[in-house]
T-cell receptor, first 113, second 115 residues
């Protein structure tokens, strides 16, 4: 089962780069890695997705090593509005069943002025 | 934002009563999900649907049933609510992107309190 493990919390100052790592030792061959952001009283929001190496979009980068047992979400130059909980998701119910879909407990990022 | 609504948004009920939560989408997405979110546990999948009348159990399905009689609606039922089912419930939808179905769009959530 592709359970995920993330640090519970992180603090960062405004303007710094933040890296959040997720461990997923039992990731399946066909699984993609997806990251979400959640603000209080809202549902999670998709940030980025990748399979291997590096993916970059307008808000974040995702680094995935060759063994795919972990992934790192990188947020460049964070601002106060990036204060949120960040989740990594692995497991594809369409391929390996719904009981192999895990969001994990998330990382609470606090950006300090 | 994706067209997903959840009803009710808040509900207080008593132990032993049946409760049904509704998720409605206007995106015609094939996949729909019900999650619960509790402090210290993050998001956990209850059930998911991969089409009309096609559903599968997730990590925490005990005590819950679902139905999907049409593409746009996914119902979550607690047959006999217990205090341990007090939680925030999120519905999500997704579609095949060519690589994965895990780019999910979430509804606003339903806060359920079982007394």
């Amino acid at each position: 089962l592709a359970k995920t493990t993330q640090p519970i919390s992180m603090d960062s100052y405004e303007g710094q780069e933040v890296n959040i790592t997720c461990s997923h030792n039992n990731i399946a061959t066909n699984d993609y890695i997806t990251w979400y952001q959640q603000f209080p009283s809202q549902g999670p929001r998709f940030i980025i997705q990748g399979y291997k190496t590096k993916v970059t979009n307008e808000v974040a980068s995702l680094f995935i090593p060759a063994d795919r047992k972990s992934s790192t979400l990188s947020l460049p130059r964070v601002s106060l509005s990036d204060t949120a909980v960040y989740y990594c998701l692995v497991g594809d119910p369409a391929q390996t069943g719904a009981n192999n879909l895990f969001f994990g407990t998330g990382t609470r990022l606090t950006v300090i002025p | 934002d994706a067209g997903i609504t959840q009803s009710p948004r808040h509900k207080v009920t008593e132990t032993g009563t049946p409760v049904t939560l509704r998720c409605h989408q206007t995106e015609n997405h094939r996949y729909m999900y019900w999650y619960r979110q509790d402090p210290g546990h993050g998001l956990r999948l209850i059930h998911y649907s991969y089409g009309v009348k096609d559903t599968d159990k997730g990590e925490v399905s005990d005590g819950y049933s679902v139905s999907r009689s049409k593409t746009e609606d996914f119902l979550l039922t607690l047959e006999s609510a217990t205090s341990s089912q007090t939680s925030v419930y999120f519905c999500a939808i997704s579609e095949w992107t060519g690589t994965s179905i895990n780019e999910q769009f979430f509804g606003p959530g339903t806060r359920l309190t079982v007394l």
